[in-house]
T-cell receptor, first 111, second 113 residues
Framework: QQQVRQSPQSLTVWEGETAILNCSYE??????FPWYHQFPGESPALLIA???VSNKKEDGRFTIFFNKREKKFSLHIADSQPGDSATYFC??????????WGSGTKLIIKP | GGIITQTPKFLIGQEGQKLTLKCQQN?????MYWYRQDSGKGLRLIYY???????QKGDLSEGYDASREKKSSFSLTVTSAQKNEMAVFLC????????????FGAGTRLSVL
């Protein structure tokens, strides 16, 4: 089934903590998993992406952990900053032209 | 770098009206998309176009038409605006397909009276 489930719907963490956002999928043909972020009043923009040849992808404070067996992937934001407050969308693609989007996590970082 | 320009930025329509939204990109990207985003919600795919003159329906295509007149432009028509409808319509493009970065325009905000 072509669906991506995302949780939690909203998340509040204190500045400096690690925020963890979760996604899961069922379609084993998915082979590309990006995370996009969307700041209030702006459009989504690519943050980081992973392909299942690896189970971890890092870019500064942002890390994707990928578990192929459990069909789960998560975004960890280390040392969270107030400027990280945004809505984060996970997505998945199966070598075609469509991205299947999660429903989004609204992340609030409290100073 | 490139840019995606959506026009108009704001669109106010009447119930039953036919409304057209336009999107231009200068990335020279092959694939273009139209998404609808309701307030506080995720992105729902309306139409996409793999290349010039191609059209593919997304999950939300009912009530909409699209046209890819040339590689750089992709338009969306709301065939009959629904009363009290409010949403943001986002146009995006990518080099070739969903496994490359999608670049989004700033959106068209639709309100139907």
């Amino acid at each position: 089934q072509q669906q991506v489930r995302q949780s939690p719907q909203s998340l509040t963490v204190w500045e400096g903590e690690t925020a963890i956002l979760n996604c899961s999928y069922e379609d084993s043909t998915f082979d590309y998993f990006p995370w996009y972020h969307q700041f209030p009043g702006e459009s989504p923009a690519l943050l980081i992406a992973i392909r299942p040849v690896s189970n971890k992808k890092e870019d500064g404070r942002f890390t994707i952990f990928f578990n192929k067996r459990e069909k789960k992937f998560s975004l960890h934001i280390a040392d969270s900053q107030p400027g990280d407050s945004a809505t984060y969308f996970c997505a998945a693609s199966a070598s075609n032209y469509q991205l299947i989007w999660g429903s989004g996590t609204k992340l609030i970082i409290k100073p | 770098g490139g840019i995606i320009t959506q026009t108009p930025k704001f669109l106010i329509g009447q119930e039953g009206q036919k409304l057209t939204l336009k999107c231009q990109q200068n990335f020279n990207h092959d694939t273009m998309y139209w998404y609808r985003q309701d307030s506080g919600k995720g992105l729902r795919l309306i139409y996409y176009s793999i290349t010039e003159n191609d059209l593919q329906k997304g999950d939300l295509s009912e009530g909409y038409d699209a046209s890819r007149e040339k590689k750089s432009s992709f338009s969306l028509t709301v065939t009959s605006a629904q009363k009290n409808e409010m949403a943001v319509f986002l146009c995006a493009s990518s080099i070739l397909g969903g496994q490359n970065t999608l670049y989004f325009g700033a959106g068209t905000r639709l309100s139907v009276l």
